[in-house]
């Protein structure tokens, strides 16, 4: 599957039996993979895989949400490739990963590793602009951080006439919240208002 120059396909295991195909446009990766490695790396792929889903039985399954670099770390690891992890990651990168790993519960088997691309985007957590990082910190269980993030964002934080929460900077941050986040401050904005995510 993978050819000389074809950054696009990747061959993550060569006698795989499923391909994802993950992103769309020009940044769409597909994948080969073992299914039974998938099986054992995550609840919710074994559940695909097995329970009476399309993806139980198709050979390729189509992920046009899915972040392709996100998914390969995930992917890598499901698979024992350890050495060809990435050293470090960028604050993107980081909540992508969070993305992937909540949506598919792969917590687990990412959190040995976490900690090398974290530890290098912490001071990013004090700064506007990154409040993403509620996220990573309630995915991957950092609850100092959170609470920092949290407890800044009750003071500062405000809505807009749509409901959306903002920051001190107006940046919507509905996106990329851990579940009843966002409901919790629209109540303490809005109180007429019932909270809702």
């Not at 392709?68 to 990435?86: C, G, V």
């Not at 519960?105 to 004090?126: C, G, H, N, S, Y």
């Not at 920092?148 to 934080?157: E, G, P």
Request: aromatic share 12%.
């Amino acid at each position: 599957m993978n050819h000389p120059g074809d950054e696009n396909n990747i061959s993550i295991d060569p006698y795989g039996d499923r391909t994802l195909i993950v992103g769309n446009g020009e940044n769409q990766k597909r994948f080969l993979v073992s299914s039974n490695a998938m099986r054992l790396a995550s609840p919710v792929w074994r559940a695909m895989f097995t329970g009476p889903y399309r993806e139980g039985t198709a050979i390729e399954i189509p992920f046009p949400d899915g972040n392709p670099d996100a998914f390969l770390i995930t992917l890598r690891i499901a698979h024992l490739q350890f050495n060809n992890l990435p050293s470090s990651l960028d604050f993107q990168g980081l909540v992508n990963l969070a993305l992937v790993c909540d949506v598919y519960d792969m917590v687990q088997i990412v959190r040995p590793f976490i900690t090398k691309w974290i530890e290098p985007l912490e001071p990013l957590a004090e700064k506007i602009g990154f409040e993403e990082w509620l996220l990573v910190a309630w995915t991957f269980s950092y609850p100092k951080i959170f609470e920092r993030i949290a407890s800044r964002l009750v003071l500062c934080a405000s809505t807009n006439a749509d409901g959306q929460c903002l920051n001190e900077k107006n940046k919507v941050l509905d996106d990329f919240m851990p579940p009843g986040i966002i409901g919790k401050f629209r109540a303490l904005y809005i109180p007429e208002l019932p909270a809702w995510d």
